[in-house]
């Protein structure tokens, strides 16, 4: 099939999510949700993230992995009530993927992920935070169910981080102990597992996806910290992207 070299649109999304991993609380949010794809021949932006092409090889890929932690105020938190805000996180770094399995069609494919992220905060004087690893297995379905268009991803594995990255979210100082929320240092390692669905379709000028995630906890390094109320919970969000410009070009594309 033949899609166009490029496109782009804009639309709107909603999420729900814990404040932050292992939080007891939830955030509820509308956000605009930019839409760009381009299908060039070393150089890949699409649902899948960022990617190009390495050894001239259709089974290795570099791809620029990223992540996102939502702001939280302290006051809005009862664990944290009296501590410092969590300020926006961008997470970015590189991710080699590797395709260890593919359909004859190559409408289905399963990859191992091996992205490794660095941490930022979104503020005027922007601080890292500490760093990411998470191996995961990721499968790809087109077409699933026999249902032209719609695209299903599957993906789960551990995630590892360094103690300051623990540090910045699950540590208590002892400024901010008290008697129900003891002083608490958190270490590196091992960060808990997470599981993801997406399922995605294109429309003729009408883009739709929708996701949902599982967290868990048991055995993370971190999960004796008083900040930690719930070891397992679930995430999922909506989004709806009207497209307005597409090039004239056209590329064979799986999708």
């Known amino acids: 099939m033949e899609r166009p070299l490029w496109e782009i649109g804009l639309g709107f999304g909603g999420i729900t999510l814990p404040h932050y991993r292992g939080s007891d609380q939830r955030a509820s949010l509308l956000f605009p949700v930019p839409y760009f794809i381009y299908r060039g021949e070393h150089l890949r932006a699409d649902r899948n993230g960022v990617r190009g092409k390495l ?18 105020k302290s006051g809005d938190d009862e664990a944290r009530r009296g501590m410092p805000d969590l300020k926006t996180a961008v997470e970015i770094g590189p991710s080699l ?7 004859g069609s190559d409408r289905t494919r399963l990859d191992l992920r091996l992205p490794v992220r660095l941490a930022l905060t979104v ?29 299903l ?4 594995g551990p995630l590892f981080a360094t103690a300051r990255y ?14 129900t929320r003891p002083a608490y240092v958190a ?17 003729r000028h009408v883009w739709l996806g929708a996701f949902m995630r599982y967290d868990r906890l048991d055995g993370a390094t971190f999960e004796n910290s008083p900040l930690v109320r ?10 709806l ?15």
């Open 55 to 72: 050894f001239d090889s259709d089974r290795v890929e570099l791809n620029v992995s990223l992540g996102l932690s939502l702001p939280v």
């Open 97 to 103: 993927n590797l395709t260890l399995w593919h359909s």
């Open 123 to 151: 503020e005027s004087s922007p601080r890292a935070i500490g760093w990411i690893f998470s191996p995961n297995l990721h499968l790809d379905i087109a077409d699933v169910g026999g249902f032209a268009g719609w695209n």
């Open 153 to 156: 991803g599957v993906t789960a």
């Open 166 to 179: 623990n540090q910045y979210f699950y540590a208590v100082d002892a400024q901010f102990a008290t008697a």
């Open 187 to 203: 270490h590196g390692g091992y960060a808990g597992s997470m599981a993801t669905a997406t399922l995605s379709h294109r429309f």
């Open 230 to 239: 719930q070891k397992d919970a679930l995430a999922a969000g909506v989004a």
């Open 241 to 255: 992207t009207w497209i307005f410009g597409e090039s004239a070009t056209r590329v064979p594309s799986r999708e």
